[in-house]
């Protein structure tokens, strides 16, 4: 398969498109290699999401789209999973944690905390500044990914993503 490129990524020295960003699984998704192989778009976990945020991807399987509200981590999906894709046993370790873009308005000098007042952990504080400005500080410890903040930011300053776990060394 080739990938088109435009003249302005020749220009700009890019000769590949950058890879997309992926919308997270569910929190009750197994590994991803499994999580395809299992799951077949049947639509069950669409349905049975009470906050309506679980949609599906342009390969037909289920993502989290945080714009129209934030998981509860209620596990209603894995239970009407047909397959075993998603599972509440088998699950991968939930990772998301939510992350602030430069685009954010606070870091604009723009007086907004929409993001802090909806998260239910209070992960996303606002540190004052001596200039008068209250910058954002998200507390990663604290942040559940539930993404309760994505909607709710005008800016669209505020994705979930998952960090990388981190293998322990053992000694």
């Known amino acids: 398969m080739s990938v088109a490129l435009a003249r302005r990524d020749l ?15 569910p929190p009750t ?13 049947c639509l069950a976990c ?12 342009r390969d037909r399987r289920p993502v ?3 714009v129209h509200g934030e998981c509860t981590f209620c596990g209603d999906c894995a239970d009407v ?19 602030i873009a430069v685009k954010c308005l606070a870091l604009g000098g723009v007086h907004c905390r929409s993001c802090g007042d909806a998260c239910p952990t209070s992960a996303i504080r606002f540190a ?21 903040c994505v909607g709710v930011c005008p800016a669209g300053a505020i994705e979930i993503r998952h960090e990388p776990t981190r293998e322990r060394a053992t000694t």
């Open 11 to 25: 220009i700009r020295g890019r000769f590949g498109r950058p890879a997309e960003v992926r919308a997270p699984r």
């Open 29 to 41: 998704a197994r590994e991803e290699m499994a999580f395809r192989a299992a799951c077949d778009g």
């Open 64 to 66: 989290l789209q945080f």
């Open 46 to 57: 669409v349905g049975a999401c009470p906050e309506k945020i679980i949609r599906l991807d």
């Open 128 to 148: 004052p500044r001596v200039d008068g400005r209250f910058l954002p500080a998200l507390a990663t410890g604290t942040c559940t990914g539930c993404g309760a």
């Open 81 to 99: 999973c047909p397959t075993g894709a998603l599972t509440r046993t088998e699950a991968r370790p939930w990772t998301a944690k939510a992350t």
